[in-house]
């Protein structure tokens, strides 16, 4: 996997045109699975307060490595303490305008988690969760980012 300094070397041109402000998020596309030989398809999806449907993720704050802002977000937002990572997924990149008028380009980490936990407590930042079918979750994406890296997870195998 690349560094987070490689990663972000194509978004560098940015900077030169824009005031810019990074952020880097990680996220994670996570999987019902109550035991070891028991295979869900299930994918857990929060419906976020604008109404868009998305997996878990958060900013990563100074000093965490990806994997503990993952395990943070996960458990701020859903409840969630018996969360194992798998492996790396894939990557989005997305710029947008801020409320001050700055430019933000965000890069979200996603990676490939179970859990044996199927009740979650979603936080303020959420309206609702569901646990869906891999086919149903396609659907219900509303960007079209989430759905690649929904994809590409499913490409390699992993869900």
């Not at 030989?37 to 998305?54: A, F, H, K």
Request: no cysteine; hydrophobic share 35%; net charge neutral.
């Amino acid at each position: 996997m690349n560094t987070f300094k490689q990663r972000t070397k194509l978004l560098l041109l940015d900077f030169f045109f824009y005031d810019v402000v990074l952020e880097q998020s990680v996220g994670a596309v996570i999987k019902y699975q109550p035991t070891a030989d028991t295979d869900s398809s299930e994918i857990l999806l929060l419906r976020n307060r604008r109404g868009y449907w998305g997996f878990p993720q958060g900013h990563r704050e100074k000093g965490e490595t990806e994997l503990q802002t993952l395990v943070r977000e996960v458990h701020e937002e859903t409840g969630i303490k018996d969360l194992e990572i798998h492996s790396y997924v894939g990557e989005i990149t997305y710029s947008f305008f801020k409320a001050d008028g700055l430019r933000s380009s965000k890069q979200v980490m996603f990676y490939y988690a179970t859990t044996k936990t199927r009740e979650i407590k979603i936080s303020i930042e959420h309206e609702e969760f569901k646990w869906v079918q891999l086919k149903d979750a396609f659907s219900m994406l509303d960007h079209a980012k989430l759905r690649q890296i929904l994809n590409t997870g499913h490409m390699k195998g992993l869900y």
